[in-house]
Each structure stands twice: as structure tokens, then as C-alpha cells.
């Protein structure tokens, strides 16, 4: 096929260093500008981000406790000995790589999906467009709230899954079986994150020239074909962002959990991050659930670490 | 530039435009549930709950819980609170967070991918998990307390605006967004300012920042909505009525006989806002966010 | 630096200046003449009933003299521990705070409040549950306590044939059993029984740990508050744990009830609704024929929870004896009337009772007051219990969902003792 090897993206001019000789006292002007303009942004990270980072690996390694007129000691390894012996943690690591492995491509997928049929012209694409974004501006405290009462077991999901089976479908307790509970919650995350992901694709699809296509069709390949060449290639550079971002999104799943199951039933749902706020709040056990993130960093830094390397190869 | 396929134009159309309006019901029906309930008084909520009957203005339908929403927490100095905070963040963030991309990605200096790539490395890290010593640092810092026209120092920054502006003003996310969208901007540009004389502070300011209205509005937008929706931290270092943001007035509505109905109605209010922002600026939306896809 | 740029700095400065500012509007002002200034932090935010007591005392208090000043800050219950923790940390906690009930030995041993130093006798005549009572020492105390009870109407008892327990007499555990089957051969309810299942938070050991204790068992080994071993996890527990699952598996109850299980009981979802008091005046406004009903006696005597908000003085407080003063000044009959009249809950002395026409002798509401004086067990007094509650939040939800309750309740035992030995026996 003609197409196959056309890379359809005008990749944005990233001309080289410019070999011009420079003196050494623009090279230090030049430095001493970027020193004065990234200093607020790192003087402001190493505040309210380093610092804090800090502090939680320092207490991961005491028992230091939110509420206690004991002064915190050093307990070297124990926090994460008793950590790595607990059944709870391993389930909640397993349940958030459940959720990761599911909802990245799943919301990708539908995101790409919404993307393609509200960039047809067809009328009405304006509502179509806000009426997929609605639940993204929507609060996810308020968005979990809402999915409790539907997933009632004689709430409106069951009553719209007997209607459109005709009675035939045996209502579910979604938020209390083991088994459904988590798809329960994947299905509400993706419902709530998907439009956000959508307006993305949609940008990366209005940057494909519209000339490919029209080639394209000259040489008379059909739909799938021109997706397969041309879109899917298009549309490179914004499939790396959207795999980066969803997927730190998804790790650190939270606010559902703790608004609508609080890790249950059977710890079927709990996750890393909810496991390190009930720890560290609810149960008062700052220095543990400092441990849990720390942990939880090493989680994911590793995941983005083997995702960089994939994506590397594959770009 | 629509996908065309063999099938018939029409044929397509008709297929696409079913599709739209599943996916519309999908999208919409938690939303109508919210806005249709907040209109019933409780009991009738959960009568209605399991019949499409939850889903229709049907029954009493009254504005009682708006009013009783209004009676009981002081709304308009929550959205003017939430308002300011959310504006101040986003006012700061971009300047912070544009020079710092730009040093990174039109300056050349040593150390900058290291710098870079330990900015990449914080965006993992998720606000929850560093709550808490954030909590006990922020009541280490000092703080000014202005006394008539002199200064006085304390210490902490519990129950101010600042605690809940200044920790989210450097963001490695919108630094990524700022450099990706400035590495994207031909260095030509740069050097032909130089050649005209421009400091590098004018280049940003004149050539660079200009040009970069997309990457400004997307920033804008993805400060917004967690710095409106923000619940964990104003919950922990907030005190004072006065200082609170909105999503902190939902709990006033959980009391021993939860009023569900004043729920769905303070969240309808709080939603309102930026579906409404949402639609008036729909086009600058799509377009700012669809450039930060497509210049990573 | 160009004109523009010297406009982006200071439009920067002038941003930080205003949230620097604004900073400072909240500053408690301790003037030096003029009447001292105290703060009072409340739960009570958007509860208009109580807060507007609360307004009340400290307004007739103000007017009654002229060497103090309080001035009430509300919190929505929510948020009002959180806000606690985080002012404790930095020495920031107002004078006078209100805490609920099962907070007090946390709160105590923290560091958090301290006695109140008040004679005895002001506290004679309150429900124990309405003291925090640490040493023989009042840390704390509360104006209303609330009871746990059964709520059904006349006419579904009628219909069932099953006899209506009172507080002399209440249903034993195969009454209570035999009435919820009866109940559900009526066919009208989705489930004959709503436990409240739906709940969550403290809720959870406030309304099932009564069951456990009604069983025999308990959270903790009162004896000495040291260890869970065998009083969470033995043969009590174990009865305990089959008998709340097995409702579940009847199908007399729900797993997780509704959000609302008061608005179901009233929507005619269930026939007995096992709630607080707070839901009285709902009930009986939807219902002609609604009945108050004990909890069931399940083997060592009915129980019930016990324990509301109470107030305190915060340990660092700057003029404990304006505190004092003011704590004092509002332990006084009328308002405890004013709180029962207002709140509607059960008024925490005997003589402001009798002044409630509901809760006097006779009243409609004196059932409640009988239970909250003869049923109620407070949650456990020991500085650990914030964490017994987490874990026995935990371990309830686990056994309703169907886990087996050996390994969970061992677990839960083992976890409480973990946390005693991890904090020196909570003992300094």
C-alpha cells in the first residue's frame, strides 16, 4: 500500500542546537536566565513536594502516630516486614494492577471510539461533544455518590438491565459481590474519565491532513484500512501520552473506593493508595501508612519505567 | 476530513447517529438523576429509586431543597472562596510553570535533564499519599499576619487561602504541557530575537508566551478542575467558616437525618458552574486541551 | 526588566499579597483590655437545631458577665475531626471543643483535653453515657445521649401475630427471630428487617457492637483495656458473627441496606428498622400506628450504644479559667431542656427530663430514656479505640459479606493487641 510508510504527521520543527559559535558570556547569560526563571518552580517543588516526600520516607521507617503524646522511634524495617506479611496489601496490590490492566485500555479504547464518531460532520456534534465531557467537570466525590444509589441492588442499573432483557437478568448486588464490585467501580471511572481521554484523541485527530485521506481514497482503501494506516500512525505521539497519563490516573485510584466500598466487600476493592490513607488517618498509624506509599512510589515508579522502554522500542 | 468508508453515506450516518445517542443516554443518565432528584423532597427519592421514575421531574416537584441549600450554608462565600483560590492557583501556575518549561526547553544549561526528568518523576505521585507530612510542614512554615499596616510573624499556615493555593501552584504535569507545547515552537524564532538584541526574559514574554495560547488555556483548565473539586486538603488545614471551598459544604448536608435532596441540589449548584463555563468556552476547551495530545 | 515584565512581577506580588493577607483575617485577637476572648469549636455545622442552642448558651453567657468573651466556630461533623487533629498538631486547638463520646480517652491520653476541674456534684443526676469519664476524673461531658431502638408499626406486629416487646420484657433471641420469619411470611417487604446495614463509619461499632456485647462478647478485655484476645474473637463472637450472617442468608436483611434506611422503613421496603432515636419524629409523622421496641435480649441482656458529642476544654488553652467559666455557666437544667426541646434526643439529666413533656414519666418518648439507662454500654474507654473501631468496622463488613468469621475476628484480636503493644500499652 502507498501510505503504508508515510509518516502522516508534520512532526513539529525541532531544528538542531544551531552550530553558531557563542561566546562563553552569552552561554553564562543564557544559563543565568534559565536559573532565574526556573527557581520559583523549583524552590516551590522542593517546598510542598520534595520535602514531603522526604518526611514520608523518614516516617516510614518509625511508628510515629497521628494522634500520640509518645515521640515517634526509629523502627528500621518492621513497618514494611508487617507489610509485606499482610494479606490486605497484597490484595489491594493486586486489585489496583486489576484496575490498571483493565481501564487504561478499556477508557483508551472508548475515548478513541467517542473521538472518531463526534468528529464526523454531523449535526449536533457541539451537544454530543458537551454531553460526553459532562461527567468529567462533574466532582468524583459527587459522580461516586451518585453510581451508590444506582447500584443498589433494586436501583436503577438493575431496573434498566431488566427492561432491556425483558425481565430475563437476575439483579445484581453490584457494590457487595467480590466478583463485581471492582468491574462495578471500573465501569464508573471509565464513565466518569473517558470524555477528558476523548478530547484528546480528537485533538490528535484533527492534526492528521486531511490530503491522506483524500489519497487514501483515490487508491480506494476503505475504512478500516485508512484507520490502520493513517489514523493509527497519526496518531503516535498523543497514544504515549494518553497510556502515561491514564495509567498514573488509574494507579492511584482513591475517592471512588473510599466513598463507595471502603476496600469491600472482602477486600475485593481496596487499593494501595486507599490502603495507605486508611492506615495512615482512619487508624492513626502515620508512620505505617507512610511505608504503604513508599512502597506504592516504587510501584509505580517501576511501571512507568517498563512503560517508557515499550513504548520506546515500539516508537 | 470525516472518515468515509465504502458503505453509503447515508447508511453510515444513520449507524453513527444511533451510536451518539446511546452513548448520550450513558452519559447523561447520572446527571438527569442528580439534577431530577435534587427537586423531590428525601422521602420521594427513595421511592422513586428503583422506577424511570427517578429519572423524571414527577411527584412534588419543588425548589425547597435550593432554598434549604441557601438557608443553611452561606453558598456564595463558598463559591467566592473556591473562585479566588481556584483563580489565584491558576494565575500563578502559569507564570511559575511557563518560565520553568521554558528554561528547560529554549535554554541550555547543565544539569536540565536531570532537572527535566526528576520534574517527570513527581507526576506519579499521588497528593493523598503526602497529605499528611505536608500537613505537619505546612505548620512549620512561617507565616506574616498583617495588624493594621504591620507585619507580625507566626507560625503555621493552617486556615489561610495561601495553604490551599501555594502547595499547588509548581505542577509538574502543566510544566510537561508548557515544555512539550515550547519544544514545538521553532528555535528560529529565538534566534532572530537574539539577533535583534532580546533578552531572554523578552523572548519568553514576547515570542515564546504569545504563541503559546493553547498551552495556556489547557494548563488554565487542568489547574481548574482539581483545584474546584479540592476536598482532602481544605478538609485538613481549613478552619475557619469563612475560608472554606465548596466541595467542603457538601458535608455540611450529612448530618443524623441526611437530607439527600439538599445533596443532589448543593451538587447541582457546584456542577452548574463549570458546565456552564464548559459550554461557553467549549471551542478554546476542545482546542487547548487537543494541543497538548498532539505536541507530545 | 521591561515595563511588561515588571508588570508580570508585580501582578504576582500583588497575588501573593492577597492570599498573604487574607491570611491573616482569622487570627484570634487577644487584646489587651476589654473582655478575654475564648474560642469554641463545634461539630454542629448545618445542624441548625443545635447549633442554634449552642448560639444561645454562649450568648446568654456573654450577657452575664463581662470578663470573657466566647465566640463559636462550626464545623460540618465531617470535617470536625480532621480540623482537631490538624489544629492539635500545630497548638492551634481553641479552648473549648466539642468531642464525641468514644474520642474522650484518645483525646486524654493525647494531650488533647484535660479535666475539667468541676465539682462533683454538677454531674449528679446525668446518664453515665454522657459523661467522658477517665480515673475517676470528668474530661467531658454532654447535654443529650442517644438510643438505639426498633421501629415498627402496630398493625404489621398485628398482622404477623407477634407480641410487642417492652423494656421489662424484650424479645429473647428466638422471639426476635421468630418475629422477623412471621414478618416476612406477610410478603409485603422486600426484607422484614433493615439493621442499617447500609451504614458505615462509627456507625458500625455504635449500632452492632450492642449485638456482640448482647452475645457476650465485646471489643476489648475490659479488665484492663490491654488485649482483643478472646473477647472479640471467642465463642460469643463466633455466635455473634453467625447470627448477623445468617440474616443476610435468610434474606431477612439486606447485605448493605439502603442509603437511607429510615426512608425506606417509612417507603414500606421493610417492616423493622433498627435506627437511632434521631429518626422518631420521621417515623412517627409517616406512621399512626408506629411502636418503639426494645432491642432483642440475644443472651446477656439487650444493649445499646451510648455516648454522643460532649464538651470539653482543650489542654492548651490559654485562659482555662474563662473555659471553666463558661463550662459551668452552660451545665445548667434549662439548657439541657433546651437541647432535648431543640434536638429532640434524650436529655442527659433526670431533672431536665422531667421537665420535657415527651420524656417526663410517661411521656412518648420516655422509652428512650429507660433504654439509655438500663441497655446502654459505652465503646470502650482506652485510647485505642479509634483503632478497635477501624478494625472492627472492617471485620463486621467482612462477615457480612459472607468471610469466615474465625479468621477474621482472630485477625481483628490480633491486630487491637498489635496496636496496644505498638503504643506501650496506651498507659503513658
Known amino acids: 500500500m502507498a501510505i503504508t510508510q508515510q509518516s502522516p504527521t508534520p512532526s513539529p520543527s525541532l531544528s538542531p542546537p544551531t552550530a553558531s559559535p557563542r561566546s562563553a558570556r552569552a552561554r553564562r547569560g543564557e544559563a543565568g536566565a534559565a536559573a532565574l526563571m526556573i527557581t520559583p518552580a523549583l524552590a516551590l517543588f522542593v517546598l510542598f513536594l520534595i520535602v514531603p516526600i522526604v518526611l514520608a520516607f523518614a516516617l516510614a521507617f518509625t511508628n510515629a502516630r497521628l494522634i500520640s503524646p509518645r515521640p515517634p522511634e526509629f523502627i528500621g524495617l518492621d513497618n514494611f516486614a508487617l507489610l509485606f506479611t499482610d494479606p490486605v496489601f497484597w490484595a489491594s496490590v493486586r486489585n489496583t494492577f486489576y484496575f490498571a490492566v483493565v481501564v487504561v485500555p478499556v477508557q483508551a479504547g472508548l475515548a478513541l471510539l467517542l473521538a472518531v464518531l463526534v468528529n464526523a460532520k454531523v449535526r449536533g456534534t457541539r451537544f454530543f461533544r458537551t454531553v460526553y465531557f459532562l461527567p468529567v467537570v462533574t466532582s468524583m466525590v459527587v459522580v461516586s455518590l451518585l453510581w451508590r444509589f444506582m447500584y443498589q441492588q433494586d436501583g436503577l442499573i438493575n431496573k434498566a438491565l431488566q427492561s432491556v432483557t425483558f425481565d430475563r437478568f437476575t439483579p445484581v448486588d453490584w457494590l457487595n459481590d467480590p466478583a463485581w464490585a471492582m468491574p462495578a467501580i471500573m465501569l464508573m471511572s471509565v464513565w466518569q474519565g473517558v470524555g477528558f481521554t476523548m478530547i484528546i484523541w480528537l485533538a490528535g485527530l484533527q492534526t492528521i491532513p486531511g490530503e491522506l485521506y483524500e489519497a487514501a481514497e483515490l487508491d480506494g482503501a476503505g475504512t478500516w484500512h485508512q484507520f490502520r494506516y493513517i489514523t493509527w500512525p497519526g496518531l503516535l505521539q498523543t497514544r504515549t501520552f494518553i497510556l502515561v497519563t491514564i495509567t498514573i490516573a488509574a494507579f492511584s485510584l482513591f475517592t471512588q473506593i473510599n466513598v463507595m466500598t471502603q476496600g469491600g466487600p472482602l477486600d475485593s476493592t481496596t487499593t494501595v493508595v486507599y490502603q495507605a490513607v486508611r492506615s495512615g488517618y482512619q487508624q492513626l498509624q502515620t508512620g505505617y501508612g507512610s511505608a504503604i506509599s513508599l512502597v506504592f512510589f516504587v510501584l509505580v515508579l517501576t511501571v512507568s519505567l517498563v512503560q517508557r522502554h515499550l513504548t520506546r522500542e515500539r516508537g | ?296 | ?428
Open chain 3, 1 to 428: 526588566m521591561s515595563r511588561r515584565n515588571r508588570r508580570i512581577v508585580a501582578a504576582s506580588l500583588t497575588a501573593l499579597a492577597v492570599a498573604g493577607t487574607a491570611a491573616c483575617s482569622t487570627g484570634s485577637s487577644a487584646s489587651s483590655d476589654g473582655p478575654a476572648t475564648i474560642d469554641l469549636w463545634t461539630h454542629a455545622g448545618g445542624n441548625e437545631a443545635e447549633l442554634g442552642v449552642i448560639n444561645t448558651i454562649v450568648e446568654d453567657f456573654n450577657a452575664s458577665q463581662d470578663q470573657y468573651t466566647v465566640n463559636v466556630q462550626d464545623f460540618p461533623q465531617d470535617a470536625y475531626n480532621d480540623a482537631v487533629v490538624a489544629a492539635a498538631s500545630s497548638d492551634n486547638l481553641p479552648c473549648i471543643v466539642d468531642v464525641d463520646g468514644p474520642n474522650v480517652a484518645n483525646w486524654a491520653w493525647a494531650g488533647y483535653i484535660q479535666p475539667l476541674g468541676l465539682p462533683d456534684e454538677t454531674f449528679e443526676g446525668q446518664l453515665a453515657g454522657t459523661l467522658g469519664k477517665i480515673d475517676g476524673e470528668v474530661y467531658a461531658y454532654g447535654y443529650f445521649d442517644v438510643a438505639l431502638a426498633m421501629f415498627s408499626r402496630q398493625s404489621v406486629l398485628d398482622e404477623a401475630g407477634v407480641r410487642v416487646p417492652t423494656v421489662a420484657e424484650p424479645w429473647t433471641k428466638d422471639e426476635f427471630m421468630d418475629a422477623l420469619a412471621k414478618i416476612d411470611g406477610l410478603g409485603q417487604f422486600e426484607h422484614p428487617l433493615d439493621l442499617g446495614t447500609g451504614g458505615g463509619g462509627e456507625w458500625i461499632p455504635y449500632a452492632y457492637s450492642p449485638f456482640l456485647q448482647s452475645f457476650g462478647g465485646d471489643l476489648i478485655d475490659r479488665s484492663d483495656f490491654q488485649s482483643a484476645e478472646g473477647a472479640i474473637n471467642g465463642p460469643e463472637a463466633l455466635e455473634w458473627a453467625a447470627w448477623f450472617r445468617g440474616l443476610v442468608e435468610s434474606g431477612h436483611m439486606a447485605q448493605t441496606s439502603g442509603e437511607d434506611a429510615t426512608a425506606d422503613f417509612v417507603n414500606g421496603k421493610s417492616g423493622l428498622l433498627y435506627t437511632g432515636n434521631w429518626a422518631d419524629t420521621t417515623v412517627k409523622e409517616a406512621f399512626d400506628d408506629a411502636v418503639v421496641l426494645p432491642p432483642p435480649d440475644l443472651g446477656a441482656g439487650p444493649k445499646i450504644g451510648a455516648g454522643s458529642w460532649q464538651w470539653a476544654m482543650a489542654e492548651g488553652c490559654e485562659d482555662v479559667e474563662a473555659a471553666r467559666a463558661y463550662l459551668d455557666f452552660a451545665h445548667d437544667t434549662k439548657y439541657f431542656v433546651e437541647y432535648g426541646n431543640a434536638v429532640g434526643l434524650i436529655p442527659a439529666t433526670l431533672d431536665a427530663a422531667a421537665e420535657i413533656p415527651a420524656y417526663a414519666e410517661g411521656g412518648e418518648n420516655r422509652i428512650y430514656l429507660e433504654m439509655a439507662d438500663q441497655f446502654a454500654v459505652v465503646r470502650p474507654e482506652t485510647p485505642a479505640y479509634p483503632f478497635i473501631s477501624s478494625v472492627f468496622q472492617k471485620a463486621t463488613k467482612d462477615i457480612l459479606a459472607g468471610g469466615d468469621a474465625k479468621s477474621i475476628l482472630d485477625r481483628a484480636a490480633a491486630d487491637i493487641d498489635r496496636d496496644i503493644q505498638q503504643n506501650g500499652g496506651y498507659t503513658s
Open chain 2, 1 to 296: 476530513m470525516s472518515v468515509t468508508s465504502i458503505a453509503t453515506p447515508t447508511k453510515r450516518s444513520v449507524v453513527v447517529t444511533v451510536l451518539r445517542s446511546v452513548l448520550v443516554v450513558f452519559f447523561a443518565f447520572p446527571i438527569v438523576f442528580m439534577l431530577v432528584s435534587s427537586l423531590k423532597p428525601d422521602l420521594q427519592i427513595f421511592a422513586d429509586l428503583g422506577s424511570w421514575r427517578a429519572f423524571l421531574p414527577v411527584g412534588d416537584v419543588s425548589f425547597a431543597n435550593y432554598t434549604g441549600v441557601f438557608d443553611r450554608v452561606p453558598f456564595a462565600r463558598f463559591i467566592l472562596n473556591s473562585v479566588l483560590i481556584s483563580g489565584v492557583t491558576i494565575a500563578l501556575g502559569i507564570l511559575v510553570n511557563s518560565m520553568a518549561a521554558f528554561a528547560l526547553a529554549r535554554l541550555r544549561w547543565r544539569g536540565r535533564g536531570l532537572v527535566l526528568g526528576l520534574v517527570l518523576a513527581t507526576l506519579i505521585v499521588p497528593f493523598e499519599t503526602l497529605a499528611l507530612p505536608l500537613l505537619w510542614w505546612v505548620n512549620k512554615l512561617p507565616s506574616f499576619e498583617a495588624d493594621g499596616f504591620s507585619l507580625a510573624f507566626k507560625q503555621g499556615w493552617l486556615d489561610t487561602y495561601q495553604v490551599q493555593i501555594i502547595p499547588f501552584i509548581a505542577n509538574a504535569f502543566s510544566m510537561y504541557l508548557f515544555y512539550q507545547y515550547f519544544a514545538s515552537i521553532p528555535r528560529e524564532l529565538d534566534e532572530a530575537a537574539r539577533m535583534d538584541g532580546a533578552g531572554w526574559f523578552a523572548i519568553y514574554r514576547t515570542v515564546i508566551m504569545p504563541l503559546s495560547g493553547p498551552a495556556i488555556a489547557t494548563v488554565a483548565i487542568l489547574t481548574f478542575l482539581p483545584a474546584w473539586n479540592s476536598y482532602l486538603w481544605p478538609l485538613m488545614v481549613v478552619q475557619s467558616e469563612e475560608l472554606r471551598p465548596v466541595m467542603i459544604g457538601l458535608q455540611y448536608f450529612f448530618q443524623l437525618n441526611t437530607s439527600w435532596g439538599q445533596v443532589m441540589a448543593y451538587s447541582s449548584l457546584i456542577t452548574i458552574p463549570v458546565v456552564a463555563l464548559f459550554l461557553a468556552f467549549q471551542r478554546s476547551f476542545i482546542n487547548s486541551i487537543a494541543s497538548s495530545g498532539v505536541k507530545g
